[in-house]
């Protein structure tokens, strides 16, 4: 383990299949800063608190879960099992990669990199400055990704704003969506306004206000409670206005 800041080591006894074995925990206390490299086990953030990595390091990699505690920050890119923020905003300033699940209640989420993960859940909002990698995004505020969003169901509750392409299997959006680039996915159903600078090519959209698209479109159904404008392209089956 690498050194550490005002840190205190303990050791957590974890159920696991068949038996026990004991899980390092590396915590850090609130309003403090710890230089890590890899942590074998957990990592608990208190509020407040900053990590940064070793001289000639770019990234932490902790092989367990990380756990945050209110506002926590992040100055480099981090990989880890899982993710897990409460009452407070999280900072990654790099890459944040996740085999698992990041899961934020009351707090935002902020990655100045890309984001990978499983899953995305985020009662706020995120922003994540370059690409998004996720199978599965649930956020309840709102969402933008400053370069190209890959995802089988993305779910916001108010705005989703893409800089780049978007290939979403399953767009639902309360507010509205705006993406730059090429929209390519199954479904898009949102609550009010979809805009599309890009190609859009998708099987069904659903759009309680008005859909504005600067280019050629490949849709299957268009059901809009308002406007329409497309320019150029291919609708299938039907519009219905």
């Known amino acids: ?4 800041c005002a840190l205190i080591l303990k050791a957590s006894t974890v159920k696991y299949l068949r038996g026990w074995y004991m899980r390092k925990v590396v915590s850090v206390p609130e309003n403090s800063t710890a230089t890590l490299g890899s942590v074998e086990g957990d990592l608990h953030v208190g509020e407040g608190s900053t990590i940064k990595a070793e001289e000639g390091l770019e990234r932490i990699t902790v092989s367990g879960f990380v756990r945050c505690e209110g506002d926590c920050s992040f100055e480099c890119s981090l990989t880890a099992e899982s993710l897990d923020g409460r009452d407070g905003n999280i900072l990654i300033r790099g890459d944040l990669s996740v085999s698992a699940s990041i899961r934020i209640r009351e707090g935002e989420l902020h990655v100045t990199g890309n984001l990978s993960a499983k899953t995305l859940d985020v009662e706020k909002r995120v922003i994540v400055e370059e690409d998004l990698s ?9 969402l933008e990704v400053g370069g ?5 169901d993305l779910d916001v509750g108010g705005s989703y704003k893409a800089s780049g392409n978007a290939e979403v299997e399953s767009i639902d959006v309360g507010g509205s969506v705006d993406v730059k680039g090429t929209t ?16 859009v090519e998708v099987t069904k959209i659903e759009v309680g206000g008005s859909v504005d698209v600067e280019a050629a479109v490949k849709v299957g159904d268009i059901d809009v409670g308002g406007r329409v404008r497309v320019k150029g392209g291919e609708i299938k089956k039907s519009i219905d206005v």
Do not use: H
Request: glycine share 20%; charged share 25%.
């Open 1 to 4: 383990m690498s050194s550490i």
């Open 134 to 142: 996720v199978e599965k995004v649930d956020v309840g505020g709102s």
């Open 148 to 152: 190209d969003t890959k995802a089988l």
């Open 184 to 199: 390519r996915g199954s479904r898009i159903d949102v609550g009010g306004t979809f805009r599309g600078t890009g190609p």
